[in-house]
């Protein structure tokens, strides 16, 4: 008897021929690093989201951080300031708030895993200078009651939308409110490069400055010394004590080809997705899938049930070939975030019981079938 096929968390699909093709345009050139198609990208990008502006980075840590130290500098934070941000989450969202000298302050999650506008109120100090918001899964969560939070607190806003590529909100990109919004394009995310990221200021001085600072503070970039102005312009200034932060061609060359294809996939996520949902119907005693927002069209980079004894069940789901995962373990379970231990009870107990079936666009209905069946069949045995 033939075995399954193991079913892994995250498997990238690419528009192999199409991507070599947009390469090979790079090296026919012979322009791999920044401006040739990252410019592309990003007019491409805009194009796509609306936003107004849009820098590629080459990841969405960086871009995290570089929303910080510019909103830092032009509003004149203080070292220990606070920013709230969420304990379900991977640690680069809270890592970039440590690396501007700044405390990350934790407000509890809701039913969506994400942060719960009530708890951020009462989280709000005279020391608090940002929110932090993060959009797990793809999900928009209370974004709405965020918002509202920050605008009548007169607080920055920061939306790490590092799994939120194609995500919709009543019919249009979230967080056009947000004075610095933040995506993924690492390997496994649903538009897949190799690694690289997208930061959408929404005030144009951001975005100029961000340029700068992602060049190592130079205040032209070699792209822009060379193109269009004959022989390379060697003289430049050096403005402030910039980053090396910037994205390069090639991987920019792969993004515009999986941006054609990302509407196309994220549908074909959200019929996986339903597929697990009707699974589980009738069932949500013993599996909970996380509900989607509202007026949210998810991108579903996430699939996500609670369910008891989670530890047992993935290592059953992995004797049969199965390979789930968990998203996010509790931030203040690490010891380098351990101040904020007990602070947010929700958030400890569903980092406890949350797990993330496997989810991308090589699935088929028998596949998830398979899995629904392999945690349906656990939940009875353990129950």
């Known amino acids: 008897m033939s075995v399954p096929a193991p079913l892994q968390l995250f498997v990238p699909t690419f528009q192999i021929e199409e991507c070599l093709a947009e390469i090979r345009e790079c090296l026919e ?60 989450t991977f640690v680069s969202s809270n890592h970039a ?19 719960d506008p009530e ?19 793809g999900n928009t969560g209370q974004w709405s009651g965020i918002v509202k939070i920050a605008r009548e607190r007169n607080l920055k806003l920061i939306l790490d939308a590092a799994h939120m590529s194609g995500t919709r909100l009543e019919g ?14 690492q390997a496994v995310k649903n538009l897949p490069t190799a690694d690289s990221g997208m930061i959408c200021f929404k ?19 070699t792209y822009a010394r060379t193109v269009g102005q004959g022989a390379y312009k060697w003289k430049y200034d050096v403005v402030a004590p910039g980053f090396k932060y910037h994205g390069n061609s090639v991987m920019a060359a792969i993004g515009l080809v999986q941006l054609r294809y990302l509407d196309r996939d994220n549908a074909y996520r959200r019929q996986l997705a339903a597929w697990y949902d009707e699974g589980f119907r009738g069932h949500e005693d013993k599996v909970r899938p996380v509900p ?14 609670e369910v008891a004894a989670r ?73």
């Open 29 to 88: 050139k012979g322009w791999t690093g920044l401006g040739y198609k990252t410019i592309d990208f990003e007019e491409a990008w805009k194009a796509y989201t609306g936003l107004p502006h849009a820098h590629f980075l080459n990841s969405a840590t960086v871009g995290l951080h570089l929303a910080l130290h510019i909103l830092k500098r032009d509003f004149g934070w203080a070292d220990g300031d606070e920013i709230i941000s969420t304990p379900l």
């Open 97 to 115: 708030v440590l690396y501007e000298n700044l405390k990350v302050v934790f407000a509890d999650v809701d039913g969506f895993l994400c942060l």
């Open 119 to 137: 708890d951020v109120e009462k989280k709000i100090t005279p020391q608090t200078r940002a929110i932090m918001f993060v959009g797990l899964g």
């Open 172 to 185: 249009r990109t979230p967080g056009v409110e947000a004075d610095a919004i933040v995506y993924s394009f």
């Open 203 to 221: 005030e144009e001085r951001h975005d100029v400055l961000a340029r700068q600072l992602c060049w190592l503070g130079i205040n032209k970039d």
């Open 292 to 305: 989607v927002a509202p007026g949210c069209e998810c991108s579903r980079h996430l699939y996500v049930v």
């Open 311 to 383: 530890d047992d069940l993935l290592m059953a789901l992995n004797d049969c070939g199965i390979y789930p995962g968990v998203h996010y373990r509790d931030n203040t379970e690490y010891a380098l975030y351990g101040y904020g231990r007990e602070s947010c009870p929700k958030a400890r107990r569903l980092s406890e019981s949350i797990l993330s079936l496997p989810l991308h666009i090589r699935l088929t209905f028998a596949d998830i079938e398979r899995a629904v069946r392999a945690v349906l069949t656990w939940a009875k045995t353990f129950n």
